[in-house]
Nanobody, 118 residues
Framework: QVQLVESGGGLVQPGGSLRLSCAASGFTFSRYSMNWYRQTPGKERELVAT????????NYADSVKGRFTISRDNAKMTVYLEMNSLKPEDTAVYYCNAHWASLKLNYWGQGTQVTVSS
């Protein structure tokens, strides 16, 4: 049974930090690129960060470059999103995604709420 379980969300003040985790099970984690998306009500889901299977390459949305860092531990089957200098506009539900492009496989977590507010 495929599972992606996010954790680490919560309420934080502007300028603060959070670290999201996504624990995977039920599939060969190391063969999937991993992504973090976020979504606010009434808007499309936005790709925030992506990391390749080995972790050698990462990409970020312009809105989070220099503030967010994606990483993965294939031995622990976990992907992380370190979020620093948080802004109110970072408020969203954050989703973990596993993607294998050539096989067109996509798995999603249930999401974790991040709220940035004073």
């Amino acid at each position: 049974q495929v599972q992606l379980v996010e954790s680490g969300g919560g309420l934080v003040q502007p300028g603060g930090s959070l670290r999201l985790s996504c624990a995977a099970s039920g599939f060969t984690f190391s063969r999937y690129s991993m992504n973090w998306y976020r979504q606010t009500p009434g808007k499309e889901r936005e790709l925030v960060a992506t990391i390749t299977t080995s972790g050698a390459n990462t990409n970020y949305a312009d809105s989070v470059k220099g503030r967010f860092t994606i990483s993965r531990d294939n031995a622990k089957m976990t992907v992380y999103l370190e979020m620093n200098s948080l802004k109110p506009e970072d408020t969203a539900v954050y989703y973990c995604n596993a993607h294998w492009a050539s096989l067109k496989l996509n798995y999603w977590g249930q999401g974790t709420q991040v709220t940035v507010s004073s």
